[in-house]
T-cell receptor
């Protein structure tokens, strides 16, 4: 079965640089979520999109922005990177069927800021 | 505020034995969903099992079962016949709300329990 695709899998950036993370949800899934997981931490919700519109916002810094495109893929744009942005970034997708709305996670993008 | 509590930072279990990972939650919503995810050392987040707040029966998925006690607000994961490949971090998570239309669908995670299976 098709899974959530994230690219790149690994990314190394310098402080103050920008980064763009991409997410391709499972086909027919209409909701995309972004989570940030710091080292030894639990995932923290950043932002979500439903049918290409932003639906919920969590602890996403103002330096970050995201959008969902017409083909349902999503991009997380990160500017003025800081050392503390080093983390594993997950994208998850879901399709509200039967009310479970289970979120399936991609493999993550490991961002290292030097 | 919504909260998930996992009180066991780490646990050991002998191969082929059963193990229970604890999870308690706090919410004022009547409609919510509870999930367990497995995160191996490789980092991916793997969905294991789901329990809805209105489900009357405990969820089961193969060797995984969820012991749902609504009055106690607990949703413990039971893994039967542990295997070496079960060694991983396990996260309990809660989704508040009905979970459709993209509304209030984000997950709140506990701190996780690191399970080690001994041969």
């Amino acid at each position: 079965a098709a899974g959530v695709i994230q690219s790149p899998r690994h990314l190394i950036k310098e402080k103050r640089e920008t980064a763009t993370l991409k997410c391709y949800p499972i086909p027919r899934h209409d909701t995309v979520y972004w989570y940030q997981q710091g080292p030894g931490q639990d995932p923290q919700f950043l932002i979500s999109f439903y049918e290409k519109m932003q639906s919920d916002k969590g602890s996403i810094p103002d330096r970050f922005s995201a959008q969902q495109f017409s083909d349902y893929h999503s991009e997380l744009n990160m500017s003025s990177l800081e050392l503390g942005d080093s983390a594993l970034y997950f994208c998850a997708s879901s399709f509200p069927s039967g009310g479970t709305d289970t979120q399936y996670f991609g493999p993550g993008t490991r961002l290292t800021v030097l | 505020a919504q909260k998930i509590t996992q009180t066991q930072p780490g646990m050991f279990v002998q191969e082929k034995e059963a193990v229970t990972l604890d999870c308690t939650y706090d919410t004022s919503d009547q409609s919510y969903g509870l999930f367990w995810y497995k995160q191996p050392s490789s980092g991916e987040m793997i969905f294991l099992i789901y329990q809805g707040s209105y489900d009357e029966q405990n969820a089961t998925e193969g060797r995984y079962s969820l012991n749902f006690q609504k009055a106690r607000k607990s949703a413990n994961l039971v893994i039967s016949a542990s295997q070496l490949g079960d060694s991983a971090m396990y996260f309990c998570a809660m989704r508040e709300g009905p979970g459709y239309g993209g509304s209030q669908g984000n997950l709140i995670f506990g701190k996780g329990t690191k399970l080690s299976v001994k041969p």
